[in-house]
DNA sequence: GCCGTTTTCGGCCCGACTGTTTTCAGTCG
């Protein structure tokens, strides 16, 4: 979850305690978890530190009161060691003995696990035997035979790793929600044309909705007798950059741009998702493995490569407590699956059909692919309370839009008839506020000018009227939020709005702030009268950008007294695969406070509107219902909820 | 390094595939 880029352990700029914020420490522990990998050091250590950083990224409550409290190792995951570790940082700034591990791994041998079938043990290995610390002096042991007469290595590794170390470069690591799905829905529909193919499904973070996704699982079912012939069809697909493994039951390959040649035909996916494809790098890859089982064993499979593997491992302890065993293959009675591995086993599986069945076999209700993340699904699934996650059909419109007033390429005209078109009953305009410049050039709406705009929509709204359409367009901005927390425009002219979207542009000042002063102006901001949404609270671009940090706890929390007041506070998701900010993992807690949330399209242009549904998948992952999402109301209570 | 209603030790999810071995360790998901 953590975007691990800095290789060196955070130096606090506060004057006083807390000196490091639950982010800085959760990321810390990712890094210290592959610097131990690197040093040998006991696995189970390793998933410890993992844990941690899991733990404290999702601990919603505030860590200085926890540290402050002695509660730190009262939070499961964190124990005498690690919760040592963590009041250091919170109280100190210091960080034990681990600038040692730091120091004593060379920062080379991290890329260097990076290249495929190359892990930490083989990394360490080279170094100590060769010296190997870089990708640029592995590449040189390669070429110069060095790797081939090592114990333990060989020509077939050495010749691997070379390879390897060519396709890193077109590799980009994770890829956005929109793009793994083009690949995987693409790589899905050629293989189930091949004859005889019973059935195949994506799987893994592309079918969780994970807003980027590593690799691409599909599970392909066909008889036994048919699996050799499908296999070999599929290695002849085009579009394959290289084979990294080829078994009976597995294939993994990286598939590049061409996989995509051929159109998509599927109705549940929208235009956005097709745009995205154009907009990959050519070059780009991404890895893609396929599982192939008999039908009957299909429903386990898919789950099991659905993930997650938190998730995963929490479905097979519930088996392990009833007595039975779980696993890709089947859900077994314990005596039964005794000495009986694989695929063997089968014959002594309870008979599902589908996933559903797996679940209620386990005294559970079928828990949706996007919530599988052990976030608490388990628990909600066992006792038939999961939540009744929002569908795209439930929006009737959304509020964060754009024209040609400001950086659209759409008029106020296209636009509302496109939404009138998907049957939505509104849209929001919130054009870029006066004071965004992009290179030099004004983008928002000067303060003078937007009358002109408002004159425009009062007009349309009337033809709406007489026309006997249920429809309206209503005025808002999409408004700076300044360095300082200000919100740009006049009070006047903002409070002349139906709603103001306040969003952080000038990334640069409060990148550069720590957590706390950052929380502290953006808390200025929704404390302003007329601040209605918050706009993509961090200004991540996926892949991209990180971020500005900020403790979004805190903020919902604000948000939620204002809520409680009778005050609409509400927090957008911006929908844009680029974006999906506000994160998935906050969601719950928002809901859960009250704080009511909306899905935002920012849409640039008419399509733009269909990006909504990215926006859905990733509401649906934080638990939402419609109930808890703010443009699931229609026309009339959004006009009393804004007073116009 | 964490955990515990068989609790202070001995587990911690586990199977496929690969290459280098001649029975297995490392990698991956």
Request: charged content about 25%; hydrophobic content about 40%; some cysteine.
């Amino acid at each position: 979850m953590v975007n691990v880029s800095v290789w060196q352990l955070p130096q606090s700029r506060s004057k006083s305690p807390p000196y490091m914020s639950k982010t800085q420490i959760s990321a810390t522990f990712e890094q210290v978890a592959i610097l131990l990998e690197l040093d040998g050091a006991n696995r189970f250590r390793v998933i410890a530190y993992q844990n941690a950083s899991r733990a404290l990224a999702t601990l919603e409550e505030d860590l200085f009161l926890v540290v402050k409290e002695n509660r730190i190792t009262e939070i499961k995951g964190i124990g005498k060691g690690i919760g040592g570790l963590i009041s250091e940082a919170v109280l100190n700034g210091t960080w034990g003995n681990l600038g040692e591990l730091y120091s004593k791994i060379p920062h080379g041998l991290i890329e260097m696990t990076g290249v495929p079938s190359l892990g930490p043990k083989r990394v360490r290995l080279l170094y100590e035997k060769l010296k190997i610390d870089s990708l640029e002096k592995l590449k040189y042991a390669c070429k110069d035979n060095q790797i081939a007469l090592l114990q333990g290595f060989g020509q077939k590794s050495q010749e691997k790793y070379l390879e390897g170390i060519d396709l890193l470069k077109r590799y980009q690591g994770r890829n956005r929600l929109d793009v793994g799905l083009a690949y995987g829905r693409a790589l899905e529909e050629k293989i189930s044309k091949i004859p005889n193919v019973v059935k195949a499904q994506l799987a893994g973070s592309a079918r969780r909705m994970k807003e980027t996704i590593g690799d691409l699982d599909i599970v392909l079912a066909a008889k036994a007798e048919h699996q050799d012939g499908i296999i070999q069809e599929i290695m002849n697909f085009s579009g394959i950059a290289d084979i990294k493994g080829q078994g009976t039951s597995k294939i993994s390959l990286i598939l590049e741009a061409e996989m995509l040649a051929e159109p998509i035909v599927n109705n549940e996916m929208d235009t956005a998702l097709l745009e995205s494809i154009t907009e990959r790098s050519t070059n780009a890859t991404i890895d893609a493995q396929i599982r192939i089982v008999n039908p009957e064993i299909f429903p386990f499979t898919l789950a099991y490569f659905t993930g997650s593997k938190e998730h995963n491992i929490r479905m097979r302890q519930r088996a392990i407590d009833k007595g039975l065993k779980l696993n890709e293959f089947g859900l077994f009675s314990q005596n039964k699956a005794e000495d009986k591995i694989s695929i063997e086993a089968v014959k002594n599986t309870l008979v599902c059909s589908n996933e559903s069945q797996i679940y209620k076999n386990l005294g559970m209700d079928w828990i949706p692919p996007e919530l599988r993340e052990d976030m608490g699904e388990i628990e909600a699934a066992s006792k038939r309370n999961l939540p009744k996650l929002i569908k795209l059909e439930d929006l009737k419109g959304a509020f964060h839009n754009h024209t040609t007033s400001s950086d659209g390429a759409a008029t106020l005209k296209e636009m509302a008839n496109y939404a009138i078109n998907l049957g939505w009953e509104y849209l929001g305009i919130a054009d870029h506020s006066e004071s965004l410049n992009i290179g030099g050039r004004q983008i928002g709406i000067p303060s003078g000018e937007i009358i002109n705009q408002s004159i425009e929509i009062k007009k349309l709204n009337k033809y709406f009227q007489n026309e006997n359409i249920n429809f309206k367009i209503f005025h808002g901005s999409e408004c700076d939020i300044l360095s300082d927390g200000k919100l740009d425009y006049s009070l006047d002219l903002r409070n002349s709005l139906s709603h103001v979207i306040g969003s952080v542009h000038a990334l640069g000042s409060w990148k550069n702030r720590d957590e706390s002063t950052n929380t502290e102006f953006l808390i200025k901001a929704i404390e302003d009268p007329t601040f209605t949404i918050l706009g993509h609270p961090t200004g991540r671009i996926l892949q991209g950008r990180e971020g500005f940090p900020v403790d979004m706890h805190a903020i919902l929390r604000e948000m939620a007294e204002f809520n409680q007041e009778g005050i609409l506070k509400a927090v957008e998701i911006n929908a844009s695969p680029f974006r999906l900010d506000l994160d998935w993992r906050f969601c719950k807690y928002a809901k859960e406070l009250g704080v009511p949330i909306c899905i935002n399209p920012d849409a640039h242009d008419t399509q733009g509107l269909n990006d909504v549904w990215y926006g859905t998948k990733i509401a649906r992952k934080g638990w939402l219902e419609d109930k808890d999402v703010l443009n699931t109301k229609n026309k009339s209570e959004i006009e009393i909820l804004f007073g116009k």
